[in-house]
């Protein structure tokens, strides 16, 4: 992933706010890329622009060489679905069906049946420690179990980069740290690229490489080791 | 993503069965009230569609529908047999009456006088006895719903005496005869005796009957009837549509039905288009999700019609079985007798169901075009 120059205005009545300034990131194969930085910092804003979710007011992302922003809507669709893995803070899951079914949205977005999908994601939810909660509703779940299943619906169709947005901030100490080691894993395969934006200093430890943002700017890097002693002090 | 929509629908089991029942409400109301609206149209005309042997109805010029009567001089009879493309023409009186019960019970009745020896204008079935005593001296004969209106859970019989103008009559023949819109009795004897049973007046021939000759259109033959005669002569189609026209523009009944049809519409679609606007919009993050992960909008909007669609058609079908039911459960209570679940309005109220689920759906998967996929990232 590839941004260049990134700018992001919001209208606001008459008004209009800047909170991107010109965002240049790149983001690497194999490795576990942590955005950080204060709430309100653009972080959010700029992920939701590098998925092709916004469009940015000014620059380019290219996402495996191919420029996300010139993709109209339905093709910016089409590429997340085949491309992009989402995790979300609020996992987000559909409360009317099971765990394996809600992991295998994606295969269903994509044309396959919802009992040939909901078989493929039972693979992927036992992959993840998940095979015994795979017939169970969200509501029947805790909140470190409905985060795993929002990682097999990321993972379920094998994308390139997975997104994650805070994961762990709903979590306690001990699941969140079980979330990210499996986002760590993931990352592991030379083929993935993992971004993570959060605010939590305790997950820092887990990244190849930490980016810092501020005001819509990226302001700098971090070493893992430096951070998670940062975290610790 | 049809079984994903479908299970989304039935997982939220209180709106779904809001939405059906919502739906079965208005189609409820909307088919059974315009029902009992065509019901009482039609018999407003129902007298002269029983008289099929007929092509041609005339009347004096001044009448305007089946029960306003003013009579013509019997002569007008012999001039109408007289025009040219006529095979036959017959009397028919058509007036009201006050009969008396063995029981001392006092009912007004519409009296029908039949051409003494043709009896065209009979009703199409006679359920008990024979037409042929008809034709005795001071008999009558009744039609069921009269019978059951005067002698109230007794069991149909003839050979029943009754007063009528202080005439001692006997009931020799029950018929089954399409309801009139006055809910009186209908009582059947023969022209001459109708004469004989009702107080003297000059004139008391209602209309005169008329049969085409053979290749001549009855719209034609009603104008030349009526441009040789100086007489009011139509078709009996002419004759059945203009009756219903006075009452529905002359009569605040269609204006009653018109607005009771209205609000079940009106309160169907608010209840409707609400509770699934309201269903969207709580799965609105949900739909925001699917869009962020990289369902298209052809494809939510796919899923948005298909859940219109199953409440629609299951709301539908559970008003329409509640409308059948309740005309099946009433078919033998006389004052409804003749109001039936026509394929009509069957049709047309699928095509106000269908109305009603398109503007739901469409008012709702605006709110799901014009959602930012982005609001899955906020807390």
Redo the contacts between chains.
């Keep these: 992933m590839h941004a260049r120059g990134v700018v992001k205005d919001f209208q606001n009545g008459g008004s209009s706010t800047r909170v991107l300034h010109g965002v240049d990131l790149e983001i690497e194969s194999g490795r576990l890329t942590l955005l950080v930085g204060p709430s309100g910092c653009g972080k959010t804003t700029l992920l939701s622009i590098m998925t092709g979710i916004l469009s940015p007011s000014a620059g380019e992302v290219d996402v495996m060489d191919v420029c996300i922003t010139s993709l109209r809507g339905s093709q910016k669709a089409l590429f997340r679905r085949e491309h992009l893995g989402f995790i979300f803070q609020q996992y987000n899951l559909l409360p009317a069906l099971t765990a394996a079914e809600n992991a295998a949205i994606p295969l269903v977005a994509g044309g396959l049946s919802l009992a040939e999908a909901a078989r493929r994601a039972r693979v992927t939810l036992s992959r993840i420690g998940m095979a015994e909660h795979a017939e169970k509703r969200p509501n029947q779940l805790s909140g470190g179990q409905m985060q795993r299943v929002a990682i097999a619906r990321a993972l379920v169709h094998a994308p390139s980069v997975i997104v994650c947005d805070e994961p762990t901030a709903a979590l306690d100490e001990e699941t969140g740290r079980k979330v990210m080691e499996i986002l760590r894993e993931i990352a592991s395969d030379p083929a993935n690229a993992v971004l993570v934006v959060s605010h939590d200093n305790r997950v820092y430890h887990f990244a190849d490489r930490i980016v810092t943002m501020n005001d819509g700017l990226i302001t700098g890097e971090m070493s893992p080791p430096r951070a998670a002693e940062g975290a610790h002090a | ?1 049809n ?2 929509a479908l ?2 629908l ?3 089991r209180a709106k779904y069965l809001g939405l059906v029942l919502g739906i079965g409400f208005a189609t409820l109301l909307m088919s059974q009230q315009v029902s009992i609206f065509i019901g009482l149209m039609t018999r407003t005309a129902s007298q002269i569609m029983d008289v099929r042997e007929a092509d041609v109805w005339v009347m004096h010029p001044r009448v305007k529908y089946l029960d306003e009567l003013e009579a013509m001089p019997a002569i007008d009879l012999s001039r109408v047999r007289g025009v040219a493309g006529v095979a036959w023409a017959v009397p028919l009186y058509k007036g009201n009456a006050v009969i008396r019960s063995s029981e001392g019970l006092l009912q007004q009745v519409i009296l029908m006088g039949l051409d003494d020896g043709s009896l065209v204008g009979r009703p199409p079935k006679i359920l008990m006895g024979s037409l042929a005593d008809l034709k005795r001296p001071n008999a009558l004969m009744i039609d069921r719903a009269g019978h059951q209106f005067i002698w109230p859970g007794e069991p149909l019989r003839v050979g029943r005496i009754v007063e009528i103008n202080d005439r001692r009559v006997e009931i020799v023949a029950i018929a089954k005869a399409s309801p009139p819109f006055q809910t009186f009795p209908v009582v059947y004897t023969r022209y001459s005796e109708a004469l004989r049973f009702t107080p003297p007046q000059r004139n008391k021939l209602s209309f005169v009957l008329v049969k085409a000759a053979e290749g001549v259109a009855p719209v034609d033959l009603a104008k030349r009837i009526q441009a040789r005669t100086g007489l009011q002569a139509l078709s009996w189609q002419e004759f059945a549509w203009r009756s219903v026209r006075h009452y529905v523009e002359r009569t605040g009944i269609p204006v009653n039905f018109g607005i009771t049809v209205t609000l079940g519409f009106i309160v169907g679609a608010a209840v409707a288009a609400q509770t699934f606007y309201i269903f969207v919009l709580e799965n609105l ?2 739909f ?12 939510i909007l796919r899923m948005v019609i298909l859940q219109a669609l199953v409440v629609g058609v299951l709301g539908y079908a559970l008003g329409i079985g509640l409308c059948s039911t309740f005309f099946w459960l009433t078919r033998d209570v006389p004052a409804l007798d003749g109001f039936i679940l026509r394929w009509q309005v069957i049709v047309g109220t699928a095509v106000a169901v269908a109305v009603i689920m398109l503007f739901s759906s469409l008012a709702s998967i605006r709110k799901v075009f014009v959602l ?3 609001v ?4």
Aim: proline share 3%.
């Design positions: 993503m079984l994903v299970k989304m039935l997982g939220d993050r949900q925001g999700a699917l869009k962020a992960i990289g369902v298209t909008d052809f494809q930012d996929p982005a899955v990232f906020r807390g």
